[in-house]
């Protein structure tokens, strides 16, 4: 408890003077005499690097840095500032002395190897002038590779509402270190200003792109995320990233995939349709429901299936069909959610058989909802995914 203390306190020196922008700190024990007040510190190779006056009795010299905490140097305290932003205080430890000084060691020995790989952003040119949809309820989020980011509403294929989230300033990929030392979190960030202005906070809307590896799937948006009032996360996966050298030796075969892999694009998202007086929401691997709203309440409402895994019933090995009543033969993969309501005519819960089919454009959207016979119901879903 002691040694954390004196940790935290050593680390309590770089609140008053951490500057904006500011990801990690060094603290650095002091060997030379002190300086006079308001005196320019001398600077380091480290162009991202500041060094702040110590104080009078000060033991130490704090240097922040706008550039990520290099992942060897793992003797930190992760800390905030006064504003609630994030940051970390590498200690000068001797732990931290001897990885710095094992990790020269290792990048002198293949300098030549590690120059000549190509960097991680590289790996998702083949993504330039490519958009990406998906569906989070009542908002479309539109990203639109090193362009734009949008937020829209349609009714009847005509956009109703819309915000721009920003557009592309910048990109902060991993460095050699942190790709060699932890290759299975290292991501490219792409941070995307300007948006469209938010009533709440007075300033614009703006964004951030990670992009990680995920091999065996389709590149596609995975999850969109409101951190705080108009600011906004975006995890991109994209098996592009897996083709890295450095990458490559932690990716593993897991043979052949199934159709439920590249479907996991839709994981926490929910979709509807509404048919006259009814709507209908199918979310994905949760539950298919119809139901009439006025004024924003629901008046009527039936669970026509929840997802047959999460009743312990799980998918049948045999989900690919194929559909004879059209013209041409169309496969399809399907999954069967169970146990809905209560049916009063048959007297058995209400099911329904969702199938996924291959759409030629960029949404994902359910095409028809039928109900084949009494309380059981068959969904059409189009998805580029698969």
Not at 61 to 72: E, F, G, L, V
Not at 348 to 366: G, H, K, M, W, Y
Request: net charge negative; hydrophobic share 30%; charged share 25%.
């Amino acid at each position: 408890m002691a040694t954390h203390s004196v940790r935290s306190h050593r680390c309590r020196l770089l609140l008053r003077a951490l500057l904006l922008g500011v990801a990690f700190a060094t603290a650095v024990a002091q060997s030379t005499p002190k300086k006079e007040a308001g005196k320019k510190a001398p600077k380091e190779d480290d162009k991202s690097a500041q060094i702040v006056d110590p104080a009078v009795n000060a033991k130490y010299t704090i240097i922040t840095h706008k550039s990520a905490r290099p992942a060897h140097r793992t003797d930190f305290i992760a800390m905030t500032d006064k504003a609630g932003k994030a940051f970390e205080c590498v200690l000068p430890t001797q732990q931290t002395a001897d990885q710095d000084a094992e990790y020269d060691a290792r990048i002198e020995e293949e300098p030549e190897e590690l120059s000549k790989l190509p960097s991680l952003e590289s790996m998702l040119d083949p993504l330039a002038g490519r958009c990406f949809l998906r569906n989070e309820g009542y908002w479309n989020i539109e990203l639109c590779h090193k362009k734009k980011i949008r937020q829209f509403h349609e009714e009847g294929k005509k956009t109703a509402v819309e915000y721009s989230l920003g557009e592309y300033e910048r990109t902060e990929g991993p460095s050699e270190e942190d790709v060699t030392d932890s290759p299975k979190t290292a991501v490219v960030r792409h941070f995307f200003e300007s948006g469209t202005r938010c009533d709440e906070t007075e300033s614009y809307r703006h964004a951030m792109v990670e992009y990680r590896c995920q091999p065996g799937k389709e590149n596609h948006i995975q999850l969109v995320k409101e951190t705080s009032p108009c600011n906004y996360t975006i995890q991109f996966t994209s098996p592009l990233l897996c083709k890295h050298p450095l990458l490559a030796p932690t990716v593993q075969s897991k043979g052949v995939n199934k159709v439920m892999d590249y479907l996991a694009g839709l994981a926490g998202s929910c979709f509807y349709r509404v048919e006259g007086w009814w709507t209908y929401e199918l979310c994905y691997q949760k539950h298919f429901k119809q139901f009439h709203q006025e004024n924003n309440v629901n008046t009527a409402e039936f669970m026509l299936g929840l997802y047959a895994s999460e009743n312990g019933q799980g998918d049948g090995s045999k989900d690919i069909k194929v559909d004879d009543s059209s013209k041409q033969e169309v496969a399809y993969y399907r999954q069967q959610y169970t146990l809905g309501t209560k049916c009063d005519v048959t007297g058995d819960p209400r099911v329904t058989e969702v199938q996924f089919r291959c759409a030629t454009d960029s949404l994902n959207v359910i095409a028809s909802v039928k109900e084949r016979s009494t309380c059981s119901y068959v969904v059409v879903f189009y998805t580029p995914l698969i």
